[in-house]
């Protein structure tokens, strides 16, 4: 049996966005993706594959096994109707700015998302994939999450397991609970979440406060995860599933 290919999305950037790189090509756009997802996948028996903005969404998913919505910088909010939440500080050039909303981008993972539901292939989203899943969908997002007794925007670095403070608790019967029991510790770095879950999409498991932490649609291979599992300490079940033979939930 080959090796399942595994797509993963990334950011882009200027070059001079990078110390230490020759001057020469300070004015040569990079892609940028974290090498963790490659590490992650390969160690579970798949074929990581990098995709740029160029690499035609519905082409790529005819060749492609599963498909990874990496993190990122924030969704446009004008993608899910919350153009009154528009940050000027981030309505710039993303190119300049990691931090900026990246319309290119947006089009792009959404486009991709589309595409990988009609093709019927695994679909995981992480952090601003879990959102770009939603948003794809038509479901809207929190803008900022108010401060709680649960950190979502952990000042730790990756890789991390995660404080005890954000426990997610997961429903049983679903996809999340076969991969994570009915609770786990996972890492977290953000400040959005979903809000109103676009169509198909159920909610799978929550931290206590509330905040969806993974989204699935039932009998279809389809995950989104609030946290990053290619930064979880100990590593994370998930990339089992991402590369596992027919990709079903009921293999977990």
């Not at 997802?37 to 160029?54: C, D, K, N, T, Y």
């Not at 498909?67 to 939440?85: E, F, M, N, S, Y």
């Not at 679909?123 to 809207?140: D, E, M, P, S, W």
């Amino acid at each position: 049996m080959t090796a399942p290919l595994v797509g993963v999305t990334g950011r882009r950037g200027n070059g001079r966005l990078s110390l230490g790189r020759d001057g020469r090509f300070a004015n040569v756009q990079f892609d940028n993706h974290a090498v963790d997802f490659a590490w992650s996948i390969a160690a579970a028996g798949g074929i990581p594959v990098h995709l740029p903005f160029e690499a035609p969404a519905r082409e790529v998913v005819r060749r492609l096994d599963a498909v990874v919505i990496a993190g990122g910088q924030d969704v446009d909010p004008r993608r899910w109707r919350g153009d009154d939440h528009v940050d000027p500080s981030l309505a710039t050039d993303p190119r300049e700015n990691l931090s900026a909303y990246d319309h290119e981008r947006d089009e792009y993972e959404i486009e991709l998302v589309r595409a990988a539901l009609d093709a019927g292939i695994r679909l995981l989203g992480v952090c601003r994939g879990h959102q770009i899943l939603n948003v794809a969908l038509g479901g809207t997002l929190i803008p900022d999450l108010p401060p709680g007794d649960v950190r979502h925007d952990s000042p730790l670095f990756a890789p991390h397991g995660g404080t005890p403070d954000h426990e997610v608790a997961f429903e049983p019967g679903t996809l999340a609970h076969r991969l994570y029991g009915p609770r786990a510790v996972r890492n977290s770095w953000h400040h959005q979440a979903i809000d109103r879950c676009g169509v198909g999409l159920v909610v799978t498991g929550r931290t206590r406060d509330g905040v969806i932490e993974s989204v699935e649609m039932p009998m279809r291979p389809v995950l989104g995860v609030q946290w990053h599992p290619e930064w979880q300490a100990g590593g994370d079940p998930v990339f089992a599933w991402l590369t596992s033979k027919n990709g079903s939930a009921d293999e977990f």
